[in-house]
């Protein structure tokens, strides 16, 4: 069957850290090592229950200040500064709408419920057909119901589905459930790997 679908996920995809800077300031300013500040925003039991939507992400950034002991006031800098080396992958965006309306594009995310509000925000969500977040959807990578709710939403079958992810595991799970997968490396790579694929 010929493709119909393609999935991509967003952290270390579509959005990347490029520049370590901003967090690597903010973690020598609150004294911790970089990638203590990384866990403790992204690693902690808060963190996976906002990713379930079992709480909000503003209710994992006030239990986060808590724990690096900022005051209330300090917590919106506080985000910022972490995230402030992130980038939108626009070249990477774009390519994802030239595949439309060819194929079906989709984002499975595993997330806060930020997530969507930030798409909007960054206005790139005119690039997919469906957005899988598991916030949202209350379950995430690498369980096989995101996979099959992103399948079902977009009316295409697993084998007819391809998935870019950051994540082997996640690619692997994908690849259980019958689609295709890719390993994200670099955009160029991906969209190389993606253009022989789609064209068999």
Request: hydrophobic share 45%; charged share 25%; aromatic share 8%.
């Amino acid at each position: 069957m010929p493709f119909q679908a393609v999935f991509f996920d967003l952290g270390g995809v579509i959005v990347r850290t490029e520049y370590q800077a901003p967090r690597q300031h903010l973690a020598e300013r609150l004294g911790l090592e970089y990638e203590d500040l990384t866990r403790a925003v992204f690693d902690s039991e808060t963190a996976r229950k906002a990713s379930m939507g079992a709480i909000t992400e503003d209710e994992h950034w006030a239990a986060v200040g808590r724990k690096l002991g900022r005051a209330p006031s300090d917590l919106e800098h506080l985000r910022t500064e972490f995230f402030g080396g992130d980038t939108v992958d626009l070249a990477l965006v774009d390519f994802i709408r030239s595949l439309r309306p060819r194929f079906k594009t989709g984002l499975i995310s595993n997330a806060w419920d930020g997530l969507r509000p930030y798409i909007l925000g960054q206005k790139f969500d005119d690039a997919f057909d469906v957005m899988l977040i598991s916030a949202e959807v209350g379950m995430g990578k690498p369980e096989a119901g995101i996979f099959q709710l992103a399948l079902d939403q977009a009316a295409v079958g697993a084998n007819a589905a391809v998935f870019v992810d950051d994540m082997p595991g996640n690619v692997e799970s994908a690849r259980a459930l019958g689609m295709s997968g890719i390993v994200f490396h670099d955009r160029e790579t991906t969209i190389r790997q993606l253009k022989k694929l789609l064209n068999n």
